[in-house]
């Protein structure tokens, strides 16, 4: 790369110093912000006329791990994508940058004005609609909007239409799927979710990542041994499932149990949406649930599993003391979920309880390495909805071997539940109702990092869908669009964001486009 391009690209916070020199100096700063995949006519046109507006133009470019576009997204990594972006004569200076939290760097570099396609207006309105009320400032600080012509057709739209990112299948499904909905229905009816109120009974659990690199096998033991090289920790279980809730829905409550040995009560507490209220019960006899999983560092390849826990039942004494708060709380609530993992919180008394309130249930039952098949949804009566995924299904009905169809069908008649959805992985998701009418859904995902959570992220979108009594094919759909997205992510490292799932529907919805 030459010097004069290596020379325009700067960190963030060269990016803030340089900025506030150049406004003290009397100069004016626009800046532009995106993945820049794909530099295409309305991509240069709207940054020539970003340029036109200021005296210097600033670029960043989100980093890969931020980009929620949609499936096979970026294209390009972030390092190509970058030198593409100071490649062009138009732009002064750029640079990589997260986007956790959208526009955050804007607010950061404090430019004069912040180019933005106006094309994309009525898109970004449905998407980030805070962005154009009151809370504006929050997000580009007190920089005015520049409004460009460019843009003018997308590179999503380019992706979608010249590269096979999708089989036929899939395609096909999206034609009839697009022609049946709109774009902004779609957005309308998951903003809608957020004044549903949901009560979360479940097993909270702590998930640890420790990266290794392998040093090879031991001359003294039959062994690989492995040096340390990081380590991260995050929220999951129930604690993952009421962070995706709370993304979503305004009111959420969490009923989880911790243990005296080791709570990890504060760490719990601070990786909790600020929306979501925790009630928190102890068992002495134990720890919190702490799983701990060492990974190959760089052939991200998982080595073993370690399980710091105590699956015994609560005592009857903390059974009754659950019991006792869910029904003085349980009239303010519209829906419940149980995230049942098998380690020892939610007893058949406590189901019992739980089965016999009016509000609309929702179960997730899973099987997992710690309950080594004893979890099964089976041991729930009477219930709403039920999800699960194909293993935990055919376990349920000890069908091996046959198709998903018939093991759903099999469940529903020995379960009393209005709506059964199986994820199939790779292949999507079934739904089947009481009436026996089926829905299958295609997956959308493509890009596959960690399927730890994927479960609980479809669990948390396609319950609150069913409880706002969508239809079953808008069900899936969302429940299949948060899924994909939760493959993108570590572990639960973060929740998937309310208008990243949207990013991610506009996406899929140009398919139609073909």
Not at 228 to 249: D, M, Q, S
């Amino acid at each position: 790369m030459e010097q004069k391009i290596k020379n325009k690209i700067l960190s963030l916070d060269e990016l803030i110093a340089k900025t506030d020199d150049l406004k003290q100096s009397g100069k004016v700063v626009i800046q532009s912000h995106g993945v820049f995949d794909i530099i295409h006519p309305g991509i240069i046109k709207h940054l020539n006329e970003a340029k036109v507006r200021g005296d210097v133009l600033i670029v960043t470019v989100i980093k890969d791990k931020d980009v929620r576009k949609g499936p096979e997204r970026p294209i390009f990594p972030e390092d190509l994508r970058l030198e593409n972006v100071s490649s062009l004569a138009q732009i002064d200076y750029c640079g990589l940058v997260d986007d956790e939290t959208p526009f955050e760097c804007v607010k950061r570099i404090k430019p004069d004005y912040f180019a933005k396609g106006r094309k994309y207006a009525e898109r970004d309105r449905a998407i980030h609609s805070k962005i154009f009320d009151k809370e504006r400032e929050l997000y580009f600080g007190k920089c005015k909007i520049h409004e460009t012509d460019g843009f003018s057709f997308s590179s999503t739209h380019i992706i979608n239409n010249f590269l096979d990112i999708y089989s036929e299948e899939t395609r096909d499904f999206l034609k009839i799927f697009s022609k049946k909905y709109s774009f902004q229905n779609v957005i309308k009816r998951l903003d809608d979710l957020k004044d549903l109120k949901v009560l979360l009974i479940g097993d909270g659990i702590i998930d640890e990542y420790y990266y290794c690199e392998s040093m090879g096998k031991s001359p003294k033991a039959q062994l690989i041994v492995n040096k340390y090289i990081t380590h991260e920790v995050f929220a999951g279980g129930a604690f993952a499932i009421a962070n995706h809730v709370a993304g979503l829905c305004d009111k959420v409550q969490l009923v989880t149990l911790l243990g005296r040995e080791d709570s990890r009560e504060k760490f719990v507490s601070d990786n909790l949406k600020s929306n979501v209220s925790a009630k928190f019960f102890y068992r002495d006899d134990g720890p919190s649930v702490i799983k701990r999983r060492y990974i190959n560092q760089y052939q991200e390849q998982k080595i073993f599993e370690i399980n710091y826990i105590n699956d015994d039942n609560i005592s009857e004494e903390t059974e009754s003391e659950v019991i006792d708060y869910l029904e003085s709380v349980i009239h303010e609530y519209d829906l419940i979920l149980v995230s049942d993992f098998g380690h020892g919180f939610i007893t058949n008394n406590l189901i019992h309880k739980i089965e016999e309130f009016p509000t609309k249930l929702a179960v997730n039952a899973q099987t997992n390495g710690a309950n080594a098949g004893y979890n099964l949804i089976t041991k729930y009566n009477k219930t709403n909805f039920i999800c699960l995924d194909a293993p935990e299904a055919r376990l349920a009905t000890q069908e091996k071997n046959s198709e998903v169809e018939h093991v759903a069908k099999k469940l529903l008649n020995g379960i009393d539940t209005d709506y059964l959805t199986i994820t199939v992985g790779s292949k999507g998701s079934l739904c089947i109702n009481r009436k026996g009418e089926i829905n299958l859904t295609p997956a959308f995902a493509t890009k596959v990092i960690d399927l730890i959570g994927a479960g609980d992220a479809f669990f948390s979108l396609s319950s609150l869908c069913f409880a706002m009594e969508m239809p079953m094919d808008l069900v899936s759909f969302f429940g299949n669009v948060i899924g994909a997205l939760s493959v993108q992510i570590v572990g639960n490292k973060k929740a998937v964001e309310g208008y990243e799932i949207k990013e991610f529907i506009h996406s899929v919805m140009k398919q139609e486009e073909r």
